[in-house]
């Protein structure tokens, strides 16, 4: 937990410090060239995405695989439900992507 902290940190204090650099003056002949920032926040939102969904999906793989070897006797249930919560996780990050196809 520790490091995940540190490593947010240091992802913000990045971000904050590359501020300055939108902060210049629109000028009239560049002011209708967003299609480019658009595409940049729109792969950064879909990347945060899909490392929800795979933190998503090896966690939801490490509890089945667990769950199985406790219980060998419930292994077909165990991966019905995991087939089901994978299922579940990918059609997220898929509507992540058609928002993003959409927004840009």
Do not use: H, W, Y
Not at 12 to 30: D, E, H, N, S, W
Not at 56 to 85: D, F, H, V, W, Y
């Amino acid at each position: 937990m520790k490091k995940l902290n540190i490593l947010l940190f240091a992802v913000v204090g990045i971000l904050v410090t590359a501020m300055p650099a939108f902060a210049q003056a629109v000028q009239p002949a560049a002011a209708d060239n967003t299609a480019g920032l658009k595409a940049l926040a729109a792969g950064i939102g879909f990347a945060i995405a899909v490392v929800g969904g795979a933190l998503g999906q090896s966690r939801i793989g490490a509890a089945a695989c667990e769950g199985a070897a406790r219980n060998p006797g419930a292994a077909n249930k165990i991966q019905t439900m995991m087939i089901l919560g994978l299922a579940l996780i990918e059609s997220l990050v898929l509507f992540a992507l058609v928002i993003v196809f959409i927004k840009t």
